[in-house]
């Protein structure tokens, strides 16, 4: 060996530790913006349990306002495009087509491809996340699906059945509907194109052109909004209600049905116990369903200087139990394979309620007009079609409009 | 006043002059500059320069401008003007002696400072149709066969909406009223009841009067900050029922917030300012005059 070599060689191994105290005096920071409903929950055990197994690493976890999702993204936007934003955060699909507009989104396929949990997520999950241009930028979190709760005392004194069809609803709802219960808790208020979607999308409206106001789609929307106009089925309150109000019309029993997902089942089952249960939502005339298909994931942000450590991060919180125990406290249900058979976070008639709705589950369009459409045009356009200042095909001439000129 | 003696106050003036330029001057030419540019906060490589276009858009094509602009107007005048009596009627009572009169000037401010946030939830809760007290107390007293929706119906929901924002405003007026009462010398109302003057007249002839100065202030405050706030709307109604309770500051909020369409919503936004530069003008006049007097 030269002693030039011997040299280089010996400089390097007394640097070696030396730059492993700089790194480890100076550990990569991945900033991460999450929301939470209960403001109460706190990821803290996660990440000190993160930084345990991944000392190189610091997460700085920041708690944005959601806001009903307003003054999250916007937040999240002002920060992106002031040079600001955090290295990953948690983000919806409704919004991904704003963020790869903006050339924010880092695709990830490169680094979930060596990844081990890769495996532990449904391909289905994948293929939903997956953007228009056929990469993934988002890493799922947590889900859930929409179905139909039902009041059980309240069908049974009615002698009716939980519906599986349109029709079936009708009946149903028409047999319940009596005194101060009314039978459908609609929300009309932001948010409600969830309950819309079932009906209208499910009866065959669909986003593409023209999808809106075909013959299938305007009589669908006619029949939907006709349940609240014409046979009276929804609160008069449903106009302008939302989460809240929904709710608690249905554990008071002013409602005998209304659609949510798992998120609200444990509260549902405190207040009414055994008098509350869930089927997917019914099917439309030609045997098709639709329901919503709600989506939490994490994305990596392409001008974050930490990728590698930000998607570590990422696939930490989808990973078995640690996503398990994410959602242990935002009340939705994980994404993992192997996390979701040792479940026990709900009773079981609501986890084989949203299994069996998987089938029928949709996503709004990936589109950057979908968000200003879920938050301003469908509430103010089913608002007024609920009271009689629109007509029903208008209402979708309006929605057409927003989406295709 | 020489030159030099009139620029001696200018150093003085200066860090005010500087803390105002950083804080309004240039917010408010950004707001101008957006205007003129299509600006969308995710499209940020599709920027480009639109002129006039965002404000010929909404003055000829924007139908829902026209209605916002029409609630804005039913929604400053009702809210300000009963705002105004409550708290012109609880600054004279107010103004007597009576027993546990300084905890009711206490206790009169309360809906003032509580956040407008807090208000509209506990509001929206008090009308709600099932739960809400004023059903249960408009059935109890049978003044009411069954439960109204009161901000889902579009004949209730503005009045709902003003009827809150009233609730909060009137201690303004009431304060500054009570301040204004504390003015006026009670030989005034002596030298009136000899004369064998009324109530009435006391009040038309010497209290209004006297306070002409305080609620014309008081008036002209309370319209810009009406005007201008959108917060309880948008936590009671958002401003539904449909396009019932869309007043102007709030179709710019969600232009920019929901839309993200910024260079339209900063037009709209300067044409709510060019409305009320009208009052500020007059408001801005009146404290001019009185700082000179």
């Known amino acids: 060996m030269k002693r030039r070599t ?110 081990s949990g890769k495996s532990d997520i449904a391909p289905n999950l994948w293929k939903m996340h997956q953007a228009n241009d056929g990469k993934a930028y988002y890493l799922p979190l947590q889900y859930v699906v929409l179905y139909l709760y039902y009041r059980t005392d309240l069908f049974q004194a009615a002698g009716v059945q939980p519906p599986r069809t349109f029709d079936d609803f009708l009946k149903a709802a028409l047999a319940v509907n009596k005194g101060d219960v009314a039978a459908f808790g609609m929300r009309g208020g932001g948010g409600g194109h969830d309950h819309w979607g079932s009906f209208v999308l499910g009866g065959g409206a669909t986003f593409d052109s023209g999808g809106m106001v075909t013959p299938k789609a305007l009589a669908a929307n006619r029949w939907f909004v006709e349940l609240g106009t014409r046979h009276k089925l929804f609160p008069a309150s449903a106009p302008t209600d939302g989460f809240r109000q929904i709710v608690d019309n249905f554990k008071a029993g002013r409602t005998a049905m209304t659609i949510h997902h798992i998120g609200s089942a444990n509260e549902m089952v405190q207040a009414l116990g055994d008098k509350v249960s869930a089927v997917p939502v019914p099917m439309g005339p030609d045997g098709k369903g639709w329901t919503s298909f709600g989506d939490e994931s994490n994305a990596v942000f392409a001008a974050s200087k930490a990728k590698e450590a930000a998607f570590r991060w990422a696939s930490f919180l989808s990973s078995a139990d640690n996503n398990v125990a994410f959602n242990a406290f935002t009340g939705q249900l994980t994404v993992s394979t192997s996390g979701a058979a040792k479940w026990n976070l709900h009773p079981k008639r609501f986890v084989d309620a949203t299994a069996a709705s998987t089938g029928l589950m949709g996503t709004l369009p990936n589109d950057t007009k979908t968000a200003d459409f879920t938050r301003t045009v469908w509430p103010q356009q089913m608002q007024r079609a609920l009271l009689g200042q629109i007509t029903p095909d208008a209402m979708m001439q309006a929605i057409e409009k927003h989406f295709h000129g | 006043m020489t030159m030099q003696r009139r620029s001696e106050h200018i150093p003085f003036l200066l860090p005010a002059l500087l803390v105002t330029a950083v804080v309004v001057l240039y917010p408010a030419l950004q707001t101008v500059w957006l205007s003129l540019h299509h600006f969308v906060l995710f499209d940020p490589d599709n920027i480009r320069f639109v002129g006039l276009g965002n404000f010929a858009d909404i003055l000829l094509r924007d139908e829902l401008f026209w209605i916002s602009l029409g609630n804005s107007l039913v929604w400053v005048v009702a809210a300000v003007g009963l705002q105004f009596l409550l708290g012109l009627v609880t600054a004279l009572l107010l103004n007597q002696t009576f027993w546990g009169r300084s905890v009711a000037r206490a206790l009169v401010v309360v809906p003032w400072a509580l956040p407008s946030v807090i208000i509209g939830l506990m509001w929206t809760w008090m009308y709600d149709l099932n739960l809400g007290v004023f059903n249960d107390m408009l059935l109890r007293a049978g003044l009411i066969d069954a439960p109204v929706a009161w901000l889902a119906q579009p004949s209730t929901a503005l009045g709902a909406v003003i009827l809150a924002l009233v609730w909060q405003g009137f201690p303004f007026f009431t304060v500054m009223i009570l301040a204004g009462l504390q003015t006026i010398p009670a030989t005034h109302y002596e030298a009136a009841a000899m004369d064998g003057a009324t109530r009435w007249q006391m009040l038309r002839y010497i209290t209004l009067p006297a306070l002409r100065e305080v609620i014309a202030t008081a008036l002209l405050l309370r319209m810009i900050w009406v005007a201008n706030s959108l917060d309880v709307i948008l936590v009671m109604t958002g401003g539904g029922p449909g396009y019932t309770t869309h007043t102007l500051p709030l179709y710019a909020f969600l232009k920019a917030y929901s839309g993200m369409e910024f260079g339209y919503a900063s037009a709209l936004s300067l044409l709510m300012t060019l409305l009320l530069l009208v009052v500020v003008a007059t408001y801005v006049r009146r404290v001019a005059r009185s700082a000179l007097a």
Not at chain 1, 61 to 74: H, K, Q, R
Not at chain 1, 76 to 98: E, I
């Open chain 1, 6 to 115: 011997l040299m280089t060689y010996s400089a390097a191994a007394i640097a070696a530790p030396m730059i492993g105290r700089v790194q480890a005096q100076a550990p990569t920071t991945v900033r991460w913006w999450y929301h939470f409903d209960n403001p109460q929950a706190s990821p803290a055990e996660l990440v000190a349990k993160f930084e345990k197994e991944n000392p190189g690493v610091k997460v700085q976890a920041e708690s944005i306002p959601w806001g009903g999702g307003n003054d999250y993204y916007t937040r999240l936007y002002a920060a992106l495009v002031a040079g600001n934003g955090p290295d990953c955060a948690m983000v919806k699909l409704g919004n991904q087509s704003r963020l790869l507009q903006m050339k924010a989104l880092e695709p990830l396929d490169g680094m979930i491809d060596k990844w």
